[in-house]
């Protein structure tokens, strides 16, 4: 496996506030970030957003599961826990690496909100559960 995909995924695995830069360090300048909810692009913006990630929920923590990798990108399989409202969240999903010039310069995460954000809200989070129990998308 690649040295700078290893590094990168140890940062994130101890990824606190103090350590975003760190992390940054294995990332390309024009690095671009993708998830469900947000896109960056560059470093600057990417590390405004960890930094709200840590201002808004308490004790975010990534484990890296697996990681596959590939010629072109790398797939990565992970845990993401936290705790919002008193709640602990704990979920699975993975991520996509692309590398170049031995920096990571794009990161797009893959991951089910409606099982793991909307399902959870008050009101609408029973509703969703019946739905998807009702076409079976769950067991």
Do not use: A
């Amino acid at each position: 496996m690649k040295k700078i995909l290893t590094n990168y995924l140890n940062n994130f695995e101890k990824l606190d506030l103090e350590s975003i830069d760190q992390l940054l360090t294995n990332v390309d300048k024009k690095f671009i970030f993708e998830d469900p909810f947000n896109r960056t692009n560059g470093k600057k913006e990417f590390k405004n957003l960890l930094k709200k990630m840590f201002k808004k929920i308490n004790n975010p923590s990534f484990k890296i599961l697996e990681v596959f990798p590939g010629s072109h990108s790398h797939f990565i399989k992970w845990q993401f826990e936290c705790k919002i409202f008193k709640k602990k969240i704990s979920f699975i999903g993975s991520s996509e690496i692309f590398i170049k010039n031995r920096l990571v310069y794009k990161h797009i995460d893959y991951w089910d909100t409606g099982e793991t954000i909307y399902e959870k809200v008050p009101i609408i989070g029973p509703v969703l559960r019946f739905i998807r129990r009702r076409i079976g998308t769950t067991s």
